[in-house]
Nanobody, 113 residues
Framework: QVQLVESGGGLVQPGGSLRLSCAASGMIFSIYAMGWYRQAPGKQREWVATISRRGDTNYRDSVKGRFTISRDNAKNTVSLQMNNLKPEDTAVYYC???????WGQGTQVTVSS
C-alpha cells in the first residue's frame, strides 16, 4: 500500500535551519505533484509548498524566500529545506501526494529559543 514517511523535524532556534524529507513507497511517485502542509496547535492544516511532476514550485507567501521544496524521482523522495525559521513555523509538517488522500504521519518542527 501507499506509504509516505516524513523525517527531519526537531527543535531549532529562531533563524536556524532544518531539512525535512518524505519517502514514498507503493506508488508511482513521478506522476504525482507533491506537497508539504503543516498544522500548528489549535489551528487548521495549511498548505506550505507544492512541486509539480516537472519540478515547478509554489509556496505560501509567508515562507517564500526561506523554504525550498525539491524532489528526487529516482529515490521517491520530496524534501523541504527550511531556512531562517521563525517561531510561527512551529507545527507538525506533513507531505501529501497532490489530489489524493495519501498523507504521512507528520514530523514535528519546533522553533524556540
Amino acid at each position: 500500500q501507499v506509504q509516505l514517511v516524513e523525517s527531519g523535524g526537531g527543535l531549532v532556534q529562531p533563524g536556524g535551519s532544518l531539512r525535512l524529507s518524505c519517502a514514498a513507497s507503493g506508488m508511482i511517485f513521478s506522476i504525482y505533484a507533491m506537497g508539504w502542509y503543516r498544522q500548528a496547535p489549535g489551528k487548521q492544516r495549511e498548505w506550505v509548498a507544492t512541486i509539480s511532476r516537472r519540478g515547478d514550485t509554489n509556496y505560501r507567501d509567508s515562507v517564500k524566500g526561506r523554504f525550498t521544496i525539491s524532489r528526487d524521482n529516482a529515490k521517491n523522495t520530496v524534501s523541504l529545506q527550511m531556512n531562517n525559521l521563525k517561531p510561527e513555523d512551529t507545527a507538525v509538517y506533513y507531505c501529501n501526494a497532490a489530489g489524493t488522500a495519501f498523507w504521512g504521519q507528520g514530523t514535528q518542527v519546533t522553533v524556540s529559543s
